[in-house]
């Protein structure tokens, strides 16, 4: 069965740490995303990657970069967490074919808190 | 600003009913996608409709695209328990060489045994 893994269900961070969140795919999938999703405000677009090495930034990326060293993974990193960073964080991927849209496989999803 | 808007953002419904979901968005698009996500899990991506295409039906789903009025409905027929979940519409439009995939604020549907 195909899927999204990410490595944390539930993580608390304390103010100021440096937290990765990771994300490992195994459909062989060219583009990774990270979302956050807050009630209320839906689903926001924190960082994307079309390619391994490659990074483009999305609606509000802030506070977070990314890396993406191999294909199948593609990492979230809060530099200095804050407390305006708790939220749910999920990454996603899907297939990149010219002149196609394919849909997004989604992981189950991190629940962040930070103190 | 989101692009995609969900009406009603909550829904409750008797088991067996129909329960019908609309998506309002601003701009052109390239095709619209649907998608369930139980409470506090991932998204599961259910129907993909092309903005040439004015209809679209996967089992008990059947989705509409009007973009004249830019909007789609997202109809469930013969609702179970299970279907309880939220629901969000997705946009795809093109932007600077790829394509922006935005999320509305999702319908919570309760569909009562």
């Known amino acids: 069965d195909v899927k999204v893994t990410q490595s944390s269900r539930y993580l608390v961070k304390r103010t100021g740490e440096k937290v990765f969140l990771e994300c490992v795919q195994d459909?062989?999938?060219?583009?990774m995303f990270w979302y956050r999703q807050d009630p209320g405000l839906g689903l926001r677009l924190i960082y994307f990657?079309?390619?391994?090495?490659?990074?483009e930034k999305g609606d509000i990326p802030e506070g977070y970069s990314v890396s993406r060293e191999k294909k199948e993974r593609f990492s979230l990193i809060l530099e200095s967490a804050s407390t305006n960073q708790t939220s749910m964080y999920l990454c996603?991927?899907?297939?990149?074919?010219?002149?196609?849209?394919?849909?997004?496989?989604f992981g189950s999803g991190t629940r962040l808190t930070v103190v | 600003s989101q692009q995609g808007e969900e009406d009603p953002q909550a829904l409750s419904i008797q088991e067996g009913e129909n329960a019908t979901m609309n998506c309002s968005y601003k701009t052109s698009i390239n095709n619209l996608q649907w998608y369930r996500q139980n409470s506090g899990r991932g998204l599961v991506h259910l129907i993909l409709i092309r903005s040439n295409e004015r209809e679209k039906h996967s089992g008990r789903l059947r989705v509409t695209l009007d973009t004249s009025k830019k909007s789609s409905s997202l109809l469930i027929t013969a609702s179970r328990a299970a279907d309880t979940a939220s629901y969000f519409c997705a946009t795809v439009a093109r932007g600077r060489g790829y394509q922006k995939v935005t999320f509305g604020t999702g319908t919570k549907l309760q569909v009562i045994p």
């Open positions: 990657s079309y390619d391994v090495k490659m990074k």
């Open positions: 459909m062989d999938h060219e583009n």
């Open positions: 996603a991927s899907s297939f990149r074919r010219a002149g196609y849209t394919y849909g997004y496989t």
